[in-house]
């Protein structure tokens, strides 16, 4: 199952990453929409988080090796969620930084995703050749 989760975080990592770099605008435009909804923007963004987060801390326990890292990512994504919903007014306040004319600050999150995806990556080959 770890295997599977780690392409499963490879292939988001990928598209999200590659996203955040070349889209940085359009999710920029996503968060201040998410904002304009209020206290509900920010649980919708929490509920994705934990979907990921939840799946990737049920699934990959892995605390050694490169791929020790998608385990620890997953256990602060379900953090970030669970403050989204137990203090929304704290992710909201990081919602409030968002703007277009800052939108270039998703392209360095976007590279540590595609970095997250290659050391994963990595760790597969290397396993694949044991």
Known sequence: MERTIEIFA????????????VQHRAWAEFF????????PGVFMNGF?????GSLVAAFHNVWSGPAMVLTIFGWLIVLKASISFVAPRVSMRAFERIS????????????????????????QLSAASK
């Open 10 to 21: 490879i292939i988001q990592f990928v598209v999200i990453g590659l996203s955040h770099i």
């Open 48 to 52: 994705l988080g934990l979907s990921f």
């Open 100 to 123: 277009l004319e800052r939108s270039w600050e998703f392209i360095p999150p976007g590279a540590i995703f595609l970095l997250m995806a290659g050391v994963l990556g990595f760790a």
């Open 32 to 39: 201040i929409r998410l904002r304009g909804l209020g206290l």
